[in-house]
Nanobody, 123 residues
Framework: QVQLVESGGGLVHPGDSLRLSCAAS????????ISWFRQPPGKEREFVAI????????NYTDSVKGRFTISRDNYKNTAFLQMNALKPEDTAIYYC????????????????WGQGTQVTVSS
């Protein structure tokens, strides 16, 4: 089983960019689908983006399509979320989750999570 650590969050202005990282320790990172979820203040955790074990398949929630890009480097055991054109409504704690051998858009299907990284978009 892998352990996940997110980094790269911060306080930015609308229109700025951030790159989040999800570093995995442990074995067999390449058997895991990696997803990014976020939890806005006072709201439930929501799906943002997903990438298959080999990076060949990605998908995004509609509100971030064209602005966010998910990627992974299996040699470095790290997944990324490039976030461009950030908006105030992107403010949330961002979590990466790992799921072995299958994918899901639902947070309750994930058992492996990082601790989260705060992203705040404000003028």
């Amino acid at each position: 089983q892998v352990q996940l650590v997110e980094s790269g969050g911060g306080l930015v202005h609308p229109g700025d960019s951030l790159r989040l990282s999800c570093a995995a320790s442990g074995r067999a990172f390449n058997i895991y689908t990696i997803s990014w979820f976020r939890q806005p203040p006072g709201k439930e955790r929501e799906f943002v983006a997903i990438i298959s074990w080999n990076g060949g398949v990605t998908n995004y929630t509609d509100s971030v399509k064209g602005r966010f890009t998910i990627s992974r480097d299996n040699y470095k055991n790290t997944a990324f979320l490039q976030m461009n054109a950030l908006k105030p409504e992107d403010t949330a704690i961002y979590y990466c989750g790992a799921r072995a051998f299958s994918s899901s858009y639902y947070s309750e299907d994930y058992r492996i999570w990082g601790q989260g990284t705060q992203v705040t978009v404000s003028s």
